[in-house]
Nanobody, 111 residues
Framework: QVHLRESGGGPVQAGGSLRLSCAVS????????IIWYRQAPGKEREFVSV???????FYADSVKGRFTISRDNAKKTVDLQMNSLKPEETAMYYC?????WGQGTQVTVSS
């Protein structure tokens, strides 16, 4: 059984930064990377970034150059450093690994 737990969300002013963390526990036979998604009220879930087992990364165009995903295998965490945040990026941020999801962490960006 796998458990994912996000942390690091909170309120921030536009242009500010937050660092989200996804703590992974348990084990599964899964070769996919760990993905960060976000979902704003009334909107569909949106892909943000992914990192695979060898550290290859991919970002949504909307966050390229501002967000950085990283993993610490010893700590079993995947972090998302978010800089230059915009009000429209207010959302619940979730991490996902195969069939498993965390409970999310709220990011609120004020203008």
């Amino acid at each position: 059984q796998v458990h994912l737990r996000e942390s690091g969300g909170g309120p921030v002013q536009a242009g500010g930064s937050l660092r989200l963390s996804c703590a992974v526990s348990g084990y599964t036979e899964c070769n996919y990377g760990i993905i960060w998604y976000r979902q704003a009220p009334g909107k569909e879930r949106e892909f943000v970034s992914v990192i695979d087992g060898v550290g290859s990364v991919f970002y949504a165009d909307s966050v390229k150059g501002r967000f950085t995903i990283s993993r610490d295998n010893a700590k079993k965490t995947v972090d998302l450093q978010m800089n230059s945040l915009k009000p429209e990026e207010t959302a619940m941020y979730y991490c996902n690994w195969c069939a498993y999801w965390g409970q999310g962490t709220q990011v609120t960006v004020s203008s």
